[in-house]
T-cell receptor, first 113, second 111 residues
Framework: GNSVTQMEGPVTLSEEAFLTINCTYT??????LFWYVQYPGEGLQLLLK?????DKGSNKGFEATYRKETTSFHLEKGSVQVSDSAVYFC????????????FGTGTLLAVQP | DSGVTQTPKHLITATGQRVTLRCSPR?????VYWYQQSLDQGLQFLIH???????AKGNILERFSAQQFPDLHSELNLSSLELGDSALYFC??????????FGNGTRLTVT
């Protein structure tokens, strides 16, 4: 079936460090891929998306490239800030009638000053 | 602000009781989804409604039910509550084929 696997957290980095959070997926067909972010006490916010192979999604300095050959969608940021501390969720959307999002388990990022 | 409104923000109730969680989707969104977030299970899809009709069911217990009304708001009903039902319940809405937009959730505590 369709599923998403994320690297386990927590990931602890110093401010201005480089961030990578790995995400791989299993899916039939060609799903759309997303990263959502959840700040403490809040709901999930869409961070970026990619709808087809080789697409690069980007937002707020974060990037992820849809790699069909490796079934991956790793999240990267060149220089993290304390305000980036949150839980990051990779997700895939397979279409049809349900339009259902399947989430990974989430990765907690803690950025220290 | 995602435009999705969930009420109440917090709910504390006892085992065996019944509660109703409410969700107002973004203006124009016909789809409403319910998710449960708990520490041990992560984010679990519960159910999807589109324009008043149930479209898909996920890991939703028989004690739970939902509906979407003609004005497109949705309610999630949880009955015979157990301690393990304590979780964050999120509602999300979307236009078909577009990303989901989430509300801030209802935190349910069952004591």
């Amino acid at each position: 079936g369709n599923s998403v696997t994320q690297m386990e957290g927590p990931v602890t980095l110093s401010e201005e460090a480089f961030l990578t959070i790995n995400c791989t997926y299993t899916a039939t067909g060609y799903p759309s891929l997303f990263w959502y972010v959840q700040y403490p006490g809040e709901g999930l916010q869409l961070l970026l998306k990619a709808t087809k192979a080789d697409d690069k999604g980007s937002n707020k300095g974060f990037e992820a490239t849809y790699r069909k050959e490796t079934t991956s969608f790793h999240l990267e940021k060149g220089s993290v800030q304390v305000s980036d501390s949150a839980v990051y969720f990779c997700a895939l959307l397979y279409g049809g009638a349900t339009n259902k999002l399947i989430f990974g388990t989430g990765t907690l990022l803690a950025v220290q000053p | 602000d995602s435009g999705v409104t969930q009420t109440p923000k917090h709910l504390i109730t006892a085992t065996g009781q019944r509660v109703t969680l409410r969700c107002s989707p973004r203006s124009g969104d016909l789809s409403v989804y319910w998710y449960q977030q708990s520490l041990d299970q992560g984010l679990q899809f519960l159910i999807h409604y589109y324009n008043g009709e149930e479209r898909a069911k996920g890991n939703i217990l028989e004690r739970f039910s939902a509906q979407q009304f003609p004005d497109l708001h949705s309610e999630l009903n949880l009955s015979s509550l157990e301690l393990g039902d304590s979780a964050l319940y999120f509602c999300a809405s979307s236009v078909q084929g577009s990303p989901l937009h989430f509300g801030n959730g209802t935190r349910l505590t069952v004591t």
